[in-house]
C-alpha cells in the first residue's frame, strides 16, 4: 500500500483536553501527527484542527474513523484529495556576515521574501507558502546561515463549502 502524506481537517468543540484527548488517541494507536495547526474559527466555541500525518488511505480511513468517535469532534475531513489551499508560515532567523549580506538581499528580492527584523548582524524574514516553496526557501536559505527557523506546519481550507 502507497504511504503518502494526508491532511486532516478536524472541527471540534473548543473546550480544554480536546486536543490532548486527539494527540493520545492517534498517539495510543501508533499513528503520529507530522505537523499540527489549532485556532479558533468564526465562532470562538469551535476550533479547527490541521494536522497532516503519513500513510496508506486504508490507515487514514481508521484515523477518521477513530476522530470521529470522539465526544468533542463535531467533523472530520481527510483534504488530501479534494480541491484545497494548503500554506505554511515559517520564520527565519539569518546570520549576516559582510560575504553574505548581497547574496542574501538577492534571495530575497527574488522570491518577495518578507524582511520583519533587520539588524546589523541578523535578519528575521517571513516567509509564507505551499510545502514545496517552504522546502525550496529552506534549501536556498541554508547555505546563506540560517541561525534558526520556526514553522506553523500546515494549514489548509476546503475550496467547497
Known amino acids: ?29 501508533g499513528y503520529n ?3 499540527l495547526s489549532v485556532n479558533t474559527t468564526m465562532q470562538y466555541e ?3 484542527i490541521v494536522m497532516t500525518t503519513v ?5 487514514v480511513t481508521r484515523i477518521e474513523n477513530q476522530l470521529q468517535r470522539l465526544v468533542d469532534v463535531i467533523q472530520v475531513d ?6 484545497s489551499i494548503h500554506r505554511e508560515l515559517i520564520l527565519v532567523r539569518l546570520n549576516v556576515t559582510a560575504d553574505k549580506k548581497e547574496q542574501i538581499k538577492k534571495a530575497v528580492d527574488t522570491n518577495k521574501w518578507k ?3 533587520s539588524a546589523d548582524t541578523y535578519i528575521i524574514l517571513e516567509i509564507t507558502g505551499d510545502q514545496s516553496q517552504i522546502d525550496f526557501a529552506l534549501a536556498r536559505l541554508t ?7 520556526t514553522r506553523t506546519g500546515i494549514i489548509a481550507l476546503n475550496l467547497e463549502n
Open 1 to 29: 500500500m502507497e504511504k503518502k502524506e494526508h491532511i486532516i481537517s478536524i472541527l471540534v468543540h473548543n473546550k480544554p483536553d480536546v486536543l490532548a484527548r486527539i494527540a493520545g488517541t492517534l498517539g495510543g494507536k
Open 33 to 35: 501527527i507530522e505537523s
Open 46 to 48: 469551535i476550533s479547527k
Open 55 to 59: 500513510g496508506s488511505q486504508e490507515t
Open 78 to 83: 481527510d483534504l488530501t484529495n479534494v480541491e
Open 115 to 117: 524582511i520583519i527584523v
Open 143 to 149: 547555505p546563506l546561515g540560517i541561525a534558526d527557523i
